[in-house]
Nanobody
Framework: QVQLVESGGGLVQAGGSLRLSCAAS????????LEWYRQTPGKQRELVAG???????KYADSVKGRFTISSDNAKNTAYLQMNSLKPEDTAVYYC?????????WGQGTQVTISS
């Protein structure tokens, strides 16, 4: 079993930055397949950023050039660096990893951007 704990959310003004962390514990081997999602009330969870095996990254058009996905396998932690934040980035953010065919989700962290 793998447990994911997210942190780093909060309230910032538009134009500011946040770095979300997703710490993995338990039977974690390495963080290869990684994705970050976000969700607002009444809407489906949407993919924000992802990294596939081999390091190929993908981003939603709305965050390209502003968000960066990464991980530190020595710390078993994944990150989402978010710059130039906009009010429309307000959401609960979730990390997701896949390992040996199993999918694990974090509990979510709230990000609120004030205008």
């Amino acid at each position: 079993q793998v447990q994911l704990v997210e942190s780093g959310g909060g309230l910032v003004q538009a134009g500011g930055s946040l770095r979300l962390s997703c710490a993995a514990s338990g039977s974690i081997f390495s963080i290869n397949f990684l994705e970050w999602y976000r969700q607002t009330p009444g809407k489906q969870r949407e993919l924000v950023a992802g990294r596939e095996r081999g390091g190929v990254t993908k981003y939603a058009d709305s965050v390209k050039g502003r968000f960066t996905i990464s991980s530190d396998n020595a710390k078993n932690t994944a990150y989402l660096q978010m710059n130039s934040l906009k009010p429309e980035d307000t959401a609960v953010y979730y990390c997701k990893i896949e390992q040996f065919g199993a999918v694990y989700w974090g509990q979510g962290t709230q990000v609120t951007i004030s205008s």
